[in-house]
């Protein structure tokens, strides 16, 4: 395990004597998490809700009551019923602890988890026995480094969710995929509309009735019909450019998401059962390098790396905390 680059950790590093006795004073042992309230939050939690927030309100507040008299009220209803949905199923794949069954019936997450020791035991699962949780577990389970607990039917560990996807959650997290694309797509079209109308045919902007009250067309009403805000047409043009890059992006990455778990429900596999298939063997250090064209399917390589960087998925495939015998 010396040897191993862990999650981005370099092991060969090696702290001076005192310094090590200090850090081992220091560190306490580390807790299971519960779900994805449990602290600490990650990062990627604050940037998923900001985004979110950004779009509905714009969405709501600026481009749908911008929309024909027709098309708005359609809109209205469609989209609030993504993003409630989105909402809804997103919230329910945080709070659920996909923990493994005799996982959360018996260990006390208030308990910090024991320290490995591999000088007894070749793996943290064995003979789906955990070491660390001290629970028999289910033949799917694995040990997941950040939760510090065994998750059922394990997918991956997502940082967007904080929360580990397992069987008892996965279909939570797919339905918030799948709502979410869809709802960005319907923002995306929203917002095309609008600008290019702009450009077109601005009349089709200002059937509200506030309008009647406005001579000039560089004004322009926003938050219709409840807090009108005056603004001029530089601000709604610059806001309708920064939320459609954002959406378009948003809706790229998720698209590409969708997709892969798309692959894998018709291949019948986990993220994880993809990563230990498709990482790449340890090469004998006396072996020449093999040419480009027998170095194996570079576009698996890609995903592979689009897996780690888009989804969160915080494990590396070697590690003991997922290893089973």
Not at 142 to 160: E, P, T
Request: glycine share 4%; net charge positive.
């Amino acid at each position: 395990i010396s040897q191993m680059d862990i999650c981005g950790m370099n092991q060969n590093g090696v702290f001076p004597e005192t310094q090590a006795n200090s850090v081992k004073k220091v560190l306490p042992r580390p807790l299971s998490r519960v779900n994805g309230w449990s602290p600490p939050l990650h990062p990627f939690q604050a940037i998923a809700w900001t985004t979110f927030l950004l779009v509905s309100i714009s969405a709501f507040g600026i481009f749908i009551p911008s929309l024909p008299r027709n098309w708005k009220y359609a809109a209205y209803a469609v989209m609030g019923v993504l993003f409630t949905f989105h909402l809804i199923m997103h919230l329910i794949a945080i709070t659920i602890d996909p923990a493994d069954t005799n996982v959360r019936l018996k260990k006390d997450y208030s308990e910090p988890v024991p320290t490995f020791d591999r000088s007894k035991h070749a793996h943290v699962i064995q003979n789906q026995y955990c070491h660390l949780c001290e629970v028999t577990v289910s033949k799917k389970a694995r040990h997941c480094s950040s939760c510090n607990k065994c998750v059922s039917g394990f997918d991956h560990h997502c940082k967007w969710l904080n929360n580990c996807v397992g069987s008892r959650n996965y279909h939570f997290f797919f339905g918030s995929v799948i709502s979410a694309t869809a709802g960005l797509l319907g923002i995306v079209f929203i917002l095309l509309y609008v600008f290019i109308q702009y450009f077109v045919n601005p009349d089709e902007l200002r059937t509200d009735h506030l309008y009647k009250d406005i001579s000039s067309e560089n004004v322009w009403l926003l938050f219709l019909p409840l807090w009108p805000v005056r603004v001029k047409t530089p601000m709604v043009l610059s806001i309708d450019v920064v939320v459609l890059l954002l959406a378009i992006t948003s809706f790229v990455l998720l698209g590409h998401l969708l997709i892969f778990h798309l692959y894998l429900i018709c291949k019948n596999k986990s993220t994880f059962d993809y990563m230990m298939q498709t990482r790449v063997p340890p090469q004998p250090a006396e072996k020449k390098e093999l040419p480009l064209k027998n170095r194996g399917n570079i576009s698996q390589v890609f995903l592979f790396l689009y897996v780690i960087s888009i989804k969160g998925w915080s494990h590396c495939v070697d590690s003991p905390y997922t290893g089973t015998s």
